[in-house]
């Protein structure tokens, strides 16, 4: 796993918060997401530095992947916009989350844009699946 410079680094996620107050200790397991939206920034944030330990507890059991792709050395990632939420918050069972991530791949440049869909599972926020978005 890589890491950020230091805990008051700006966090990877793009929120404006410090990565020691933000993501951070979601990675750590001292603490869970309590929308989907903050566990879609700290997935962001775990592909950044390539934390697949936090990426599998975070992925719902029946569509976890046996390789995580996006953990590879020749991928930058460049920044996360969330565009829009629907639902996902405490009361919620399920909520989308439509962003867009740049990276880089050698010296390409790329845009991921998906609405991701997360659930309740074991009472706490799980990445079920996502729907892409093409130009």
């Known amino acids: 796993m890589k890491s950020p ?14 990565f ?21 920034r700290s997935r962001y944030t775990a592909f950044v530095l390539c934390d697949e ?13 046996d390789e995580i792709e996006a953990c590879q050395d020749q ?17 919620d069972n399920v909520g989308l989350v439509e962003f867009v991530a740049r990276y880089k791949v ?12 997360f659930v309740r599972y074991e009472d706490k926020w799980v990445y079920k699946d996502g729907r892409l978005i093409e130009k």
């Not at 991928?75 to 918050?89: D, F, H, S, Y």
Request: proline share 8%.
């Open 106 to 117: 050698d010296s390409r440049g790329y845009r991921l844009h998906e609405v991701s869909r």
């Open 20 to 40: 020691g107050e933000c993501c951070k200790p979601f990675l750590d397991g001292r603490d869970s997401p309590s929308t989907a939206e903050q566990l879609m």
């Open 75 to 91: 991928i930058r990632w460049l920044g996360l916009r969330v565009k829009r939420t629907e639902k996902g918050n405490d009361n």
């Open 53 to 65: 330990r936090y990426l599998r507890a975070s992925w719902h059991p029946d569509s976890c992947p």
């Open 5 to 18: 410079d230091a805990e008051l680094s700006p966090c990877p996620c793009g929120s404006g918060k410090l």
